[in-house]
């Protein structure tokens, strides 16, 4: 993903980012921290999770598979 290289080139850490995975991959919707819910309009479909407060995941979850969309502040990603 574009944006994952980007936030890596930035020096931020990636550990947020690994962190929500590991804890996705058993748990369906993710934990309360993560503030995660469901966008709408032009971005219907697509949930937004708050891995920290201005660093944002845009995913879709369909048939127990999340699709990773994209991944930056609320600035990058226009929200």
Request: aromatic share 12%.
């Amino acid at each position: 993903m574009k944006d994952m290289k980007r936030w890596r080139r930035s020096g931020q850490s990636m550990q947020p980012f690994d962190e929500f995975v590991l804890i996705a991959r058993n748990s369906w919707p993710p934990p309360a921290k993560y503030e995660a819910h469901m966008l709408g309009g032009n971005l219907e479909g697509l949930w937004d999770i708050h891995l920290r407060q201005n660093w944002v995941l845009l995913l879709r979850f369909e048939n127990d598979t999340l699709y990773f969309v994209r991944m930056g502040t609320h600035a990058d990603l226009g929200l």
